[in-house]
């Protein structure tokens, strides 16, 4: 079983370039997220989404964009990304249930120079 | 929000010793999760344990949600258990994000 995958695994940018990171899922899940960890730090929320075609705002969404346009897919973007954007990328889903724990793919290190 | 606080912060073991790790969050939860963080980066679900207790091997969990607290145990510890320990919790309705203490950073040396 795959069960949440992140591609790339890791990527280097220069200031201002764009890029998309993939999450793919084979569990049904109807809840996806991204996260972002720093140094010495958990993980922080960037944007959810609770279903096909729906996203919010987490804790840190600013200069990031994403879609869900398929249930088992949720993009994440950098328009023109950031020094302050170098940082190990996370992806997860879980059911829409109460009670169901969260999944996490292997992460995506992403640095911009 | 709600606040989540891990201690200790860095943990130094030798082989074999035992620990426990300790996570209390400021406010009431639907779930709470540990993860283990290897060398990798990986983070590896060790338990969903939004109350009671819970045993895996050498690892056991156990959380007392009304007073707000979950407890991380390990026995017998091993060098493959070095990495960062992590209790994360969901405070709200199914499908809110969970918000993640810092950590635990553990060492077992041989």
């Known amino acids: 079983n795959a069960g949440v995958t992140q591609t790339p695994k890791f990527r280097v940018l220069k200031t201002g370039q764009s890029m998309t990171l993939l999450c793919a899922q084979d569990m049904n899940h109807e809840y996806m997220y991204w996260y972002r960890q720093d140094p010495g730090m958990g993980l922080r929320l960037i944007h959810y989404?609770?279903?096909?075609?729906?996203?919010a705002k987490g804790e840190v969404p600013d200069g990031y964009n994403v879609s869900r346009l398929k249930k088992q897919n949720f993009l994440l973007g950098l328009e023109s990304a950031a020094p302050s954007q170098t940082s190990v990328y996370f992806c997860?889903?879980?059911?829409?249930?109460?009670?169901?724990?969260?999944?996490f793919g292997d992460g995506t290190r992403l640095s911009i120079l | 929000g709600i606040q989540v606080e891990q201690s200790p912060p860095d943990l130094i073991l030798q082989e074999g010793a035992n620990s426990t790790l300790r996570c209390n969050f400021s406010?009431?939860?639907?779930?709470l999760q540990w993860f283990h963080q290897n060398p990798w980066g990986q983070l590896i679900n060790l338990f969903y344990?939004?109350?009671g207790t819970k045993q895996n091997g050498r690892l056991s969990a156990t959380t007392v949600a009304t007073e707000r607290y979950s407890l991380l145990y390990i026995s017998s510890s091993q060098t493959t258990d070095s990495g960062v320990y992590f209790c994360a919790v969901e405070p709200g309705q199914a499908g809110t994000a969970l918000i993640f203490g810092k950590g635990t950073t553990l060492s077992v040396s041989s």
């Open positions: 997860a889903s879980s059911w829409a249930d109460n009670n169901q724990p969260q999944h």
């Open positions: 406010d009431s939860v639907n779930n």
């Open positions: 344990i939004p109350s």
């Open positions: 989404s609770v279903g096909e075609g729906t996203t």
